[in-house]
């Protein structure tokens, strides 16, 4: 429940930054409760519900204020138009939902394989951007090199809570925390898992937890330290049905498709961070050279703003 105070404190607080959570932290520190459970009023402020018709089919995460990030099996079936696709933003609750916006195009990968579920990744290009506020937040995307460790991995999503009960969709987001499996070791019990694919589980002694149908498409986002911001490392894309004791979701892993990512956005004329536009017309002219000067392929990726779509392009050209 949202009281008239602190929806005035939603709207003025302004984030940004991605994967922050300013309502979230204000309000809920040091509560770390693991188990599959309701998730709290601005935890997971980039996390939307895919809608036709007014049904939940699938998450995704806001990326920018017009690009949504999916799994391409959500829509891969062509069973309905990108004009017919709401997304729900902004709040947990699917009954009361607060911004719905309409998608002019999806756009999925064009190596995405329904038999090896191999780059299961989409993006919904929206007809009009959000407003960011502390209920909407975008995710970041991966640095590159990824790090070798993450840490305080979630999922979250609207999707079955009981893998054999289809009418156990919630209209609450609900989360799950996870644990990223080494990848040779989940290969063995998934032989078809690909390079791209990364897989996670949480398992204690009485339980399990999994993302399951109606989840597909949300993101798995993580920390680099505790505390920090959040990423998003993974799509939710596929496993043996949900929560078995020793078989993992499998994940899209997201470090090998921030480039593409960047392309498809700026080949739709709206690139990622659109102040890395406006960003050089501000520059002096002598500074152009610098910022056309691209980061080695495999230096941190803290990548000054402007030199971003100067770099992606000088890649795609490389590729
Ligand atoms: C597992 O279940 C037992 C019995 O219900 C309980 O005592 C124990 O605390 C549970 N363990 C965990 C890690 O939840
Ligand atoms: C994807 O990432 C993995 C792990 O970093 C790497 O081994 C693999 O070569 C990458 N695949 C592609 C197509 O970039």
Not at 42 to 58: L, M, T, Y
Not at 196 to 212: G, I, R, T, V
Not at 230 to 248: E, N
Request: aromatic fraction near 10%.
């Amino acid at each position: 429940m949202i009281f008239p105070s602190t929806l005035l404190s939603l709207w003025f607080s302004i984030p940004a930054e991605c994967g922050e959570r300013s309502i979230y932290e204000e309000r809920t520190q040091h509560s770390r409760i693991i188990g599959g459970q309701e998730a709290k009023v601005g935890e997971f402020p980039w996390q939307v519900s895919i809608q036709e018709r007014n049904k939940h089919f699938c998450g995704g995460s806001i990326l920018s204020e017009w690009w949504i990030l999916s799994a391409a099996h959500c829509f891969y079936s062509g069973e309905f138009l990108p004009t017919e696709l709401r997304v729900a933003l902004g709040t947990n609750d699917l009954t009361n939902l607060p911004t719905e916006l309409q998608v002019i195009s999806v756009v999925w990968h064009k190596d995405f394989e329904r038999l090896t579920m191999d780059s299961d990744i989409a993006l919904l290009l929206l007809a009009s951007p959000i407003t960011f506020s502390g209920l909407t937040v975008p995710i970041c995307m991966p640095p590159q090199p990824a790090p070798s460790r993450w840490h305080e991995c979630w999922v979250a999503g609207w999707g079955m809570t009981n893998s054999v009960d289809k009418n156990s969709m919630t209209t609450d987001l609900m989360k799950v925390p996870m644990l990223i499996i080494d990848w040779e070791e989940c290969s063995q019990i998934f032989p078809k898992l690909t390079q791209n694919m990364l897989c996670a589980a949480y398992e204690n002694e009485n339980e399990s937890y999994d993302a399951c149908q109606g989840d597909s498409g949300g993101p798995l986002v993580c920390n680099i330290k505790p505390g920090s911001k959040w990423y998003q490392v993974g799509i939710i894309s596929w496993g043996r049905g949900c929560g078995q004791k020793g078989f993992p979701g499998i994940y899209t892993l997201l470090e090998n498709y921030t480039l593409w990512i960047e392309k498809v956005a700026e080949v739709e004329g709206k690139p990622l961070n659109t102040r890395a536009i406006r960003a050089p017309v501000k520059k002096k002219l002598g500074e152009r050279t610098q910022a056309s000067k691209c980061p080695a392929l495999g230096s941190p990726q803290d990548w000054l703003l402007p030199c971003l779509l100067s770099c992606t392009l000088l890649r795609a050209l490389s590729n």
